[in-house]
């Protein structure tokens, strides 16, 4: 999730400081990813994939649930793939997992998944639609995708594009995102819009654990980067992007119907037929 633009110190300690007590990356608490999880696996006994998976705070919750899950999980980090093994055998669920450090954009595998998740790591694939084809590409028949995405609440001002650096292109409205997915050929079985309540409790959750470290640890090399990392993450989202940022965490299943592209591309051969 967004960590506008933070001092010169190693993003990925960052993150994993900052998040270290929220239930996941992402404004979501933890009766909300609970729920998402259980309408996502109702059988108990799925493959799971997450790209981007972080510390697999998400894969950990859900293989504990569910003994008979497999999960695998695909991160870039070195460091939040360690966390995410020792997070693993503190859950006893290490015998559930398998964890790919590599690209999770180029990532590949010989046996489809029967959910495929791509929450709060789009950024990872160039963006939402991208995402999506990634995670389709890997996905079981009857299989389903849980992906979560930031969608614009109301118009962003410039103080809100300036602490997420970010363009207005980079995000849309709710409608006009779920419209993206529908035309894309996904159909929406379930969602979640984290609340406002979700949202300040996540922001505070970040600031306050990357302050805590760096007051603990006063002789610590970046324990003054990371107080100016929270003070700058802080202000950026109380005098920015509060209230102006949203998130949405989709389920979806691929349509029946085809998509609007798909029609489209049909539409564009028949008529090349008749002009021959």
């Given amino acids: 999730m967004p960590d506008g633009r933070l001092p010169a110190v190693d993003r990925q300690v960052i993150s994993s400081l900052a998040h270290r007590d929220h239930p996941v990356a992402a404004p979501l608490d933890d009766a909300s990813v609970d729920r998402l999880l259980d309408r996502a696996l109702p059988r108990g006994d799925e493959r799971l994939l997450d790209l981007g998976c972080?510390?697999?705070?998400?894969?950990?919750?859900?293989?504990?649930?569910?003994?008979?899950?497999?999960?695998?999980?695909?991160?870039?980090?070195?460091?939040?793939?360690?966390?995410a093994r020792e997070a693993a055998l503190a859950a006893g669920v290490e015998g559930q997992l398998t964890l790919h450090e590599q690209d999770a954009a180029r990532f590949t595998a010989p046996r489809a998944f029967d959910l495929v998740c791509v929450v709060g790591s789009?950024?990872?694939?160039?963006?939402?639609?991208?995402?999506?084809a990634a995670a389709g590409a890997l996905?079981?028949?009857?299989?389903?995708?849980?992906?979560g995405e930031g969608f614009?609440?109301?118009?962003?001002?410039?103080?809100?594009?300036?602490?997420?650096?970010?363009?207005?292109?980079?995000?849309?409205?709710?409608?006009?995102?779920?419209?993206?997915?529908?035309?894309?050929?996904?159909?929406?079985?379930?969602?979640?819009v984290s609340t406002p309540g979700e949202w300040d409790e996540y922001e505070w959750?970040?600031?306050?654990?990357?302050?805590?470290?760096?007051?603990?640890?006063p002789g610590h090399p970046d324990s003054a980067?990371?107080?100016k990392a929270a003070s700058a993450h802080r202000e950026g989202w109380l005098r920015g992007y509060r209230g102006t940022l949203g998130f949405v965490t989709l389920?979806?299943?691929?349509?029946?119907?085809?998509?609007?592209?798909?029609?489209r591309e049909r539409a564009g051969a028949g008529n090349l037929g008749r002009h021959r």
């Fill in 205 to 217: 959750a970040w600031t306050g654990s990357l302050s805590e470290w760096a007051l603990d640890h």
């Fill in 122 to 132: 789009t950024h990872a694939f160039g963006g939402l639609m991208p995402a999506l």
């Fill in 152 to 192: 614009w609440e109301r118009e962003p001002s410039r103080a809100a594009l300036a602490a997420l650096d970010a363009p207005p292109g980079d995000f849309d409205d709710l409608a006009t995102t779920v419209d993206r997915v529908t035309a894309a050929g996904w159909m929406p079985v379930h969602a979640h």
């Fill in 251 to 263: 389920l979806l299943r691929p349509s029946p119907e085809p998509s609007r592209e798909q029609m």
């Fill in 54 to 83: 972080g510390e697999a705070a998400w894969l950990v919750r859900a293989l504990a649930a569910r003994p008979g899950a497999r999960g695998e999980g695909v991160d870039l980090s070195p460091p939040a793939l360690a966390r």
């Fill in 139 to 147: 996905l079981a028949e009857g299989g389903r995708v849980l992906i």
């Fill in 225 to 227: 980067a990371a107080l």
